[in-house]
C-alpha cells in the first residue's frame, strides 16, 4: 500500500485513540522490508507476477500483467514510525518465519530445506513454505532482524510461527540432523526450537517477540506474546500460562471477510462478519480466573 495511506490509516487510529499498528511486512507473495545486507529480497522478493482476481491466489488468471510489488526504504520506515509516534502510536512490525517465506527463498533458495536426496527443491514449483533450520538460516533471520529493530524501537517484534505445514522438515536431511542434535521428535518441536531460538535473539536485544497461536505447538517460548487468531483456545491456553495475549479470533476480528449481504460487496476472502457482531465482542475469555485474565492485553483487527 502507498505510504500515503498508512498515515492516513495512522490517523484514523488516533482519531479512535487506538495506540498499535501491527505492519505485515513479509510474506510468501511479497517482501516489503529494505534490507541493505541481502538486496536479492528487493530486487526478487519484492516482485510476483500479476494480480489475482480472485481469492483463488491464481496469479496466471491475468497472464498480461507485468510484474507487481515493491518494497518500503528503512527510511520511509522510520520516517513512517515518527508519523505514528508523533500521534501516540507504536508500529510492531512483523517478519514471516517459519512459514510463509516463498518470497525470501525465492531470493536467497539457499535456505530452503533439501529434498530426500539431499537436492535444492526446484524453483518455483517445487519450492516450499519454510525455511530450512540450518544454521545459516538463523544467521540470516539474525541479521534481517537486527536490521529491523534498527527502524523500528516497538518493544515487541511480531515474528509470526503461524500456518507452517512441517511437510519439508521430515524428508529434509538438514532438518532431520537438527532434529537427532537436539532431542526432537516431532515437527511440533522443531518448530518450538525455531521461536525459542530466535526468541533468544531478540531477547538479547531487549526486545520481545509476539507470534500467532500456532507457537504453543511443542512447547511456548518462555517470554512470548500470544496473538490467538484460530480461535479463543490459543488465547485461554497462553493467559493459563502466564503468557500475555492478544486476542484476535477470525470469527470477530477479521475485517476482510464480507460485513453485509449486499451484492456490491467487493470480493472478499470469506465468512460474514458485521460491524455489530465486531463491536460485540470481549476480549476477555469467560472461564479464566481474575488473576488469568491480568494476561489478555486487548484485541486486535485484522484486515489482510
Known amino acids: 500500500m502507498p505510504l500515503d495511506f498508512i498515515k492516513k490509516l495512522i490517523d484514523l487510529l488516533a482519531m479512535q485513540k487506538m495506540n498499535r499498528l501491527h505492519l505485515h511486512l ?5 517482501w516489503r522490508f529494505e534490507s541493505k545486507k541481502y538486496p536479492k529480497l528487493m530486487e526478487i522478493g519484492a516482485y510476483r507476477k500479476g494480480t489475482p482476481l480472485n481469492t483463488t491466489y491464481d496469479y496466471d488468471s491475468r497472464p498480461g500483467d507485468s510484474l507487481y510489488g515493491g518494497y518500503y526504504t528503512q527510511e520511509q520506515l522510520k520516517d513512517l514510525v515518527k508519523y505514528a509516534a508523533d500521534r501516540f502510536i507504536t508500529i510492531i512490525p512483523e517478519i514471516e518465519m517459519p512459514a510463509h517465506s516463498k518470497s525470501a527463498l525465492a531470493s536467497y533458495p539457499e535456505l530452503a530445506c533439501l529434498d530426500s536426496t539431499g537436492k535444492p527443491f526446484a524453483y518455483p514449483e517445487q519450492i516450499q513454505d ?37 511437510v519439508n522438515w521430515k524428508t529434509c536431511p538438514l532438518c532431520q540432523k537438527r532434529m537427532k542434535e537436539e532431542g526432537l521428535k516431532t515437527g511440533e518441536e522443531l518448530q518450538s526450537y525455531f521461536i525459542r531460538r530466535i526468541e533468544k535473539f531478540v531477547n538479547s536485544k531487549g526486545r520481545n517477540i509476539i507470534g500467532w497461536d500456532e507457537i504453543l505447538e511443542g512447547g511456548l517460548a518462555p517470554n512470548a506474546t500470544v496473538m490467538s487468531w484460530t480461535g479463543i483456545e490459543g488465547g485461554i491456553t497462553a493467559a493459563q500460562q502466564k503468557h500475555n495475549v492478544i486476542m484476535t479470533p477470525g470469527e470477530y476480528c477479521y475485517f476482510d471477510h464480507y460485513q453485509t449481504n449486499a451484492p456490491g460487496e467487493p470480493v472478499a476472502i470469506g465468512g460474514l462478519t458485521t460491524l455489530t457482531k465486531t463491536y460485540s465482542y470481549d476480549p476477555v475469555p469467560a472461564g479464566l480466573t481474575n488473576d488469568e485474565a491480568k494476561y489478555i492485553l486487548g484485541a486486535q483487527g485484522n484486515l489482510w
Open 130 to 166: 519454510e525455511y530450512c533450520t540450518e544454521d545459516e538460516t538463523f544467521e540470516f533471520l539474525d541479521n534481517i532482524l537486527s536490521e529491523v529493530m534498527d527502524v523500528f524501537p516497538s518493544p515487541y517484534i511480531h515474528i509470526a510461527g503461524d500456518e507452517a505445514s512441517k
Open 26 to 30: 513479509t510474506d510468501s507473495q511479497g
